[in-house]
């Protein structure tokens, strides 16, 4: 049996030119790995925009929902540790699907090794600009105001934020070195006063790449769904990266 981590799938994105075969390329993997699967762990930002309202949820992802409720219900253990795309889950996933939400980090024993995953979003030098848009989207104030506006001016308006901050990003060209050794320095601090983690696991920056912290101690970043279909298999005999063809 293994454990997976995967993070960064987007789904619905507006800059995915088809949306169902992107989630039912994420579907045809879950299926692939159910008779292996002993836990998923997904680490953000796996939907590109969710909010949900106490009495109806937004349409889309029905595929991608039934196989994640058919895998818990066989018993695979699934969990949801939000992004900053994904941050207004509230009971549905939970209530209905059975994953698991968790908000912020986890640090979890898994076949003898200490793992420490987050999506990513809220650690490390984080620019001011960026930190002030995360408190606003955390904020319950500015949550109970969004939720009065009709869906109608809401989703349009998310996805091309998202569409625009995507291509904003990319325009901008911010160099991967520096993403990474913003999430080596926050790891080297962290790992200094909890010197028996055996990995970090890590989202949010769209970069797959593995390195080495210290002696028995690495540092991962998963990659994402929308280019490379990458992900983390952890198994007895140690963790290994792939890519899903």
């Known amino acids: 049996m293994s454990v997976y981590f995967l993070s960064d799938l987007h ?71 939000i992004g900053n795309h994904d941050i207004w889950i509230f009971d549905y996933i939970p209530d209905e699907l059975g994953v698991e939400v968790i908000d912020g980090s986890l640090t979890e024993t898994i076949y003898g090794k200490k793992i420490f995953m987050t999506h990513g ?27 009065a506006i009709h869906p109608r001016w809401t989703v349009p308006f998310a996805y091309n934020w998202s569409r625009h901050s995507r291509e904003e990003g ?17 790891v080297k601090e962290y790992h200094r006063g909890h010197p028996d983690i ?22 991962i970043v998963l990659g994402e769904w929308i280019r490379t279909f990458s992900y983390a298999k952890l198994d007895e005999n140690g963790l290994n990266l792939a890519k899903w063809e």
Not at 27 to 43: P, R, T
Request: hydrophobic share 40%; glycine share 8%.
């Open 11 to 81: 789904l619905g994105a507006p800059y995915f030119p088809d949306s169902k075969k992107a989630e039912k390329r994420v579907v045809d993997f879950l299926d692939s790995i159910k008779s292996d699967a002993e836990a998923i762990y997904l680490l953000g930002d796996v939907l590109d925009y969710w909010y949900e309202y106490r009495y109806v949820v937004p349409r889309g992802f029905v595929r991608f929902f039934g196989k994640l409720a058919e895998l818990t219900d066989s018993g695979i253990k699934i969990v949801w540790l």
């Open 198 to 219: 055996n990995y970090y696991l890590f989202g949010h920056v769209h970069i797959l790449s593995r390195d080495v912290i210290d002696e028995g101690c690495e540092m």
């Open 121 to 147: 979003d809220g650690v490390g030098n984080l620019p001011l600009g960026f930190r002030f848009i995360r408190g606003v989207f955390r904020s319950k104030i500015c949550q109970k105001a969004f939720s």
């Open 170 to 186: 990319e325009a901008r060209g911010i160099p991967d070195d520096k993403i990474l050794n913003s999430l080596r320095n926050f």
